[in-house]
Structures are given as structure tokens and as C-alpha cells.
């Protein structure tokens, strides 16, 4: 067996020992004498593993009592729709563009209601993330709506957005889980988890109670109210129930690991590594405004496409896969996940220098 150094943006790199764990239990589940993927839905021991996964969770992020947790399907996209189907009760809403997913939630947004940009970064590529301590937001606006991390352009919001008293909902996908956060300020955070917990397939949508009713905008398919799936703890139908084991999975390895304080350090530590190379590069540099930069996603380019490419060969040829940019952005890409070893990010920089070196 040889494992490579996946700096995929998503799916992506998971824990080691999580899929050595889900090997040793996948013909026989702590003598179920099946698979998790065969058993039913509603059984006792099923049951269990979701219990568990979202009393994990719940314990992880410190999320409150009155804020829900269910875990959906149809990945984040989907959550473009819902959002606005269960929230725009006055059928209006803040968007903050700052990249690709941002702009996706918006349109989706505009088919339901009236959808406004009261910020964008689209002017420099999205290599930034804007002021948004002032921000001109209506003031029936029925939540105010960011992608707290930029995949695709590696901005991450590193101070939530004066939403003067509205509803503040979070596209988190990229950054689920990489350091603590303060659930309260929000009133809707969810994720796909295929970037950072687990398996593409579930979506975690964290939702402040008094937010879930049955005033949802006419003709919102029952599966998209968050009524349905919160009245039955995200059991309506039969949900991704392998998924959501393996994302039980990582977060049990979380906690072992110290929990989201330490994942921060470790983040903080590993993406420092990199961005101190890139600073100081002659051949390579980072695409991001600095204080702006994701600590998970990490684009940066050399200025000449054939040297990117000869870059991405090279790298690809020595065990550093899945570095190739956004098509939008162009370069590279490195996703330094909580999977990612330190050491992977170590020897992918060794590996930068000494191309350097023999491309200089
Ligand atoms: C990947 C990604 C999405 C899309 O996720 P899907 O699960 O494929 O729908 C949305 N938002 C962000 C921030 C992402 O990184």
C-alpha cells in the first residue's frame, strides 16, 4: 500500500486511522455480524451511531441547546435553495459575494426573492474578502449570507460581518471543524463535509431553533423544510447513513486530537509553513491579500502557465497530488485540511524549493 499527499480541495484527505477503523469494521460491525451500509436506518444500533455522531459534534463546536443539528443530503448546493425556502419570510436578503459558491447561493437566492449583493470582491479576482463592518443591508432583510472560506480562492472571513442585528447564515464547507467557533453569532451554519469531516454526501446544517417553522415559502418540497427533517432528528427518510458514520468517525479522532483549539494551532502551524515559503519565493506567490489568507486553502502560481504545468507534472510524478488550481484562478492549489501531517506540508514545500532551484 502506498498513500500519496492528497491536497485535494474536495473530497479530500481523511484521517488515517479513521479509514483503517472503518477497514477493520466494514464486514462486521462490532459483531452486528453486517456492514453499517446494510444495516437499517431505524435499528438500535444505528440509532446509536447518529446519537453519538451529533453528541460529538454538539460537544466539538459547543453548540447550544436551542440550535438543532441535522444531517442532510444533497450536499451544500442544495442548501442554496432551502435557505431561502425556509428563511425569506419577508422574501429578502443580504448576500456577501466573495468567490464562486457565494455567487452560486446568491442566483439560487434570486429565484425565490430579492436577493441583494451589499458586497462583493469580485473586482480583484476574489483575492480579498471585503469591509463588511458598514454595511448597507436592508432593513427587512431576513438573514445576511456569506462562504465564510473561499475554496476556490483561499479567503476565509477572519471577523464575522456587522449584520446590524440580522440573521447570519454560513456557508462553512471548506472549514468545518478547523478551529473553534462562537455558534451563538449565527443563525444557520452548514457545510458539505467532503471538504474537511468526511465523506461527500452529507451536508451538517446547524440552525438556531426559532428558525425552523412551517412559514416556508409556498411549494418548498417537504424534504427541504428543515421542520421535516428537525421533527424527525434528520431520520424523515432514510438519510446517508454510511456517511454520517464516517463523519461520527472523524469526529471521535477530533476529540482524541485535542479538539478544535488544537486543530487551530496545527492549522495555524501548517499553513504558516507554506505561506512563509511563498513570501519569500522568487518563482512562486500567493494569489490572497494576506490577512485574508485561508488557513485551508492555499492558491498560489508562478505567473507562467507552462512552468505551472511543469510544476503540477512534477509534483503529481513525486507523490503531491491534486495541486492543480480552479480553472478560474489558474496555477495551483494546495488544501491543507485537518487530515493533512504537517509533514505533508514540510515535504511539499522541500519539494518547492528545490524546483525552484532548478527552474531559476
Ligand atoms: C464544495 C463547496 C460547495 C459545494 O458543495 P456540494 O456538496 O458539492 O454541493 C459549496 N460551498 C463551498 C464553500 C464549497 O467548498
Known amino acids: 500500500m502506498s498513500r500519496v499527499y492528497n491536497f485535494s480541495a474536495g473530497p479530500?484527505?481523511?484521517?488515517?486511522?479513521?479509514?483503517?477503523?472503518?477497514?477493520?469494521?466494514?464486514?462486521?460491525?462490532?459483531?452486528?455480524g453486517m456492514s453499517v451500509?446494510?444495516?437499517?436506518?431505524?435499528?438500535?444500533?444505528?440509532?446509536?451511531?447518529?446519537?453519538e455522531a451529533e453528541a460529538d459534534l454538539r460537544d466539538l463546536m459547543n453548540i447550544p441547546d436551542n440550535y438543532k443539528v441535522l444531517f442532510l443530503q444533497g450536499g451544500a448546493s442544495q442548501q442554496f435553495a432551502a435557505i431561502p425556502m425556509n428563511l425569506m419570510k419577508n422574501k429578502k436578503a443580504a448576500y456577501i459575494v466573495t468567490g464562486q459558491w457565494a455567487k452560486k447561493a446568491f442566483q439560487e437566492a434570486k429565484m425565490y426573492g430579492d436577493a441583494v449583493e451589499v458586497a462583493s470582491s469580485a473586482d480583484k479576482t476574489f483575492s480579498y474578502i471585503p469591509d463588511c463592518s458598514d454595511l448597507d443591508i436592508p432593513e427587512d432583510a431576513d438573514y445576511v449570507y456569506i462562504c465564510e472560506n473561499n475554496t476556490i480562492y483561499g479567503t476565509k472571513f477572519k471577523e464575522l460581518p456587522n449584520t446590524k442585528g440580522h440573521t447570519l447564515v454560513a456557508d462553512v464547507s471548506s472549514c468545518f471543524l478547523s478551529e473553534p467557533v462562537d455558534v451563538t453569532k449565527?443563525?444557520?451554519?452548514?457545510?458539505?463535509?467532503?471538504?474537511?469531516?468526511?465523506?461527500?454526501?452529507?451536508?451538517i446544517v446547524i440552525i438556531r431553533e426559532d428558525l425552523i417553522t412551517d412559514d416556508v415559502l409556498p411549494g418548498t418540497p417537504t424534504m427541504?423544510?428543515?421542520k421535516t427533517q428537525a421533527d424527525a432528528d434528520s431520520l424523515y427518510n432514510t438519510p446517508p447513513c454510511y456517511?454520517?458514520?464516517?463523519?461520527?468517525?472523524v469526529f471521535k479522532w477530533l476529540k482524541k486530537m485535542g479538539g478544535l483549539e488544537v486543530m487551530k494551532q496545527r492549522n495555524e502551524?501548517?499553513?504558516?509553513?507554506?505561506?512563509?515559503?511563498?513570501?519569500?519565493?522568487?518563482?512562486f506567490k500567493g494569489t490572497v491579500v494576506?490577512?485574508?489568507?485561508?488557513?485551508?486553502?492555499?492558491?498560489?502560481?508562478?505567473?507562467?502557465?507552462?512552468?505551472?504545468?511543469?510544476?503540477?507534472?512534477?509534483?503529481?510524478?513525486?507523490?503531491?497530488v491534486n495541486l492543480k488550481g480552479h480553472r478560474t484562478v489558474g496555477g495551483m492549489r494546495a488544501?491543507?485540511?485537518?487530515?493533512?501531517?504537517?509533514e505533508g506540508v514540510e515535504k511539499l514545500v522541500e519539494f518547492m524549493k528545490k524546483f525552484e532551484e532548478e527552474n531559476a
Open 12 to 32: 479530500a484527505v481523511l484521517p488515517e486511522e479513521v479509514l483503517q477503523e472503518a477497514a477493520d469494521e466494514m464486514l462486521d460491525y462490532r459483531g452486528c
Open 37 to 51: 451500509m446494510e444495516m437499517s436506518h431505524r435499528s438500535k444500533v444505528y440509532d446509536n451511531i447518529i446519537k
Open 186 to 203: 449565527y443563525g444557520v451554519i452548514y457545510g458539505g463535509v467532503q471538504k474537511n469531516v468526511g465523506p461527500a454526501g452529507v451536508v
Open 224 to 226: 427541504l423544510k428543515y
Open 243 to 249: 456517511g454520517i458514520y464516517i463523519c461520527g468517525k
Open 269 to 283: 502551524e501548517k499553513a504558516k509553513i507554506l505561506y512563509d515559503f511563498l513570501d519569500q519565493s522568487k518563482l
Open 290 to 320: 494576506p490577512k485574508d489568507r485561508s488557513l485551508m486553502n492555499v492558491p498560489f502560481v508562478t505567473g507562467d502557465a507552462d512552468l505551472d504545468a511543469k510544476f503540477i507534472k512534477e509534483a503529481t510524478e513525486a507523490g503531491f
Open 335 to 342: 488544501s491543507i485540511y485537518n487530515a493533512m501531517p504537517k
